[in-house]
């Protein structure tokens, strides 16, 4: 049997909701690739998202792959369950796709940083010198992650999030809303940091900082 072509710029959107949508509309202003399909368990087959075709759920990776696409995008956004977006690679990787970082044509990336497989930087969102967004992670739009930070795996920083410099987010933690974390600060793996919090202290593993909140409280 003949290899199918292979298209670099061809890709499928895993999971079509709200974070997906997104995403569509990162790709198409980036202009880098183009969608083929959207791969959704919850949606009907035959039905569109922004104008792409929905052509089923999981079971329909090995049909992608032998029509020679071989990029794929995480659209599973996974607030508040992180394990769920980590799954969503697993199952891809498992089909024999890979995950582009993206990176929105009014956000801006140093060239100095790096941005791994899976990263997705919405609009103008702003990544300085040496920092380093691990697997899988999404920058919200208006994220600013200052010199030297490192962010683990499929961390979450939701729009307007400030990291100072050198902050370390570990791997599946949230940044919510609005929040400041203070320069040189960890905040732990799993630890969820709310709407408009400012940290003040490292935040141990799995930790809540309550919206609106000083942390540590006075």
Not at 60 to 73: F, M, S
Not at 139 to 159: E, F, R, Y
Request: with cysteine; aromatic share 6%.
């Amino acid at each position: 049997m003949p290899t199918p072509d292979y298209d670099p710029t061809a890709l499928i959107l895993f999971g079509g909701g709200g974070h997906g949508k997104t995403l569509i509309e990162l790709v198409r202003a980036a202009g880098t690739y183009h969608w083929v399909a959207v791969v959704d368990d919850g949606l009907p087959p035959g039905s569109e998202v922004l104008g792409v075709p929905v052509v089923g759920g999981a079971a329909v990776l090995p049909e992608l792959y032998a029509r020679g696409v071989r990029l794929a995008v995480n659209g599973v956004g996974g607030i508040n369950h992180p394990e769920v977006r980590l799954k969503v690679f697993e199952t891809l990787a498992a089909a024999g796709f890979n995950c582009p970082a993206l990176v929105h044509p009014t956000a801006w990336v140093d060239s100095s940083a790096r941005l791994e497989g899976g990263v997705q930087v919405l609009a103008q969102s702003y990544v300085s010198a040496c920092a380093v967004i691990g697997y899988g992670s999404v920058l919200n739009a208006g994220v600013v992650v200052s010199h030297d930070c490192v962010i683990g795996k499929c961390v979450n920083l939701s729009p307007g999030a400030l990291l100072a410099g050198g902050v370390r987010v570990e791997d599946f933690a949230q940044i919510g809303m609005g929040a400041t974390i203070n320069l040189n600060l960890t905040i732990g793996r799993g630890a969820r940091v709310g709407n408009g919090a400012t940290v003040k202290a490292d935040v141990p593993p799995g930790t809540v900082v309550y919206a609106g909140s000083v942390y540590p409280p006075r």
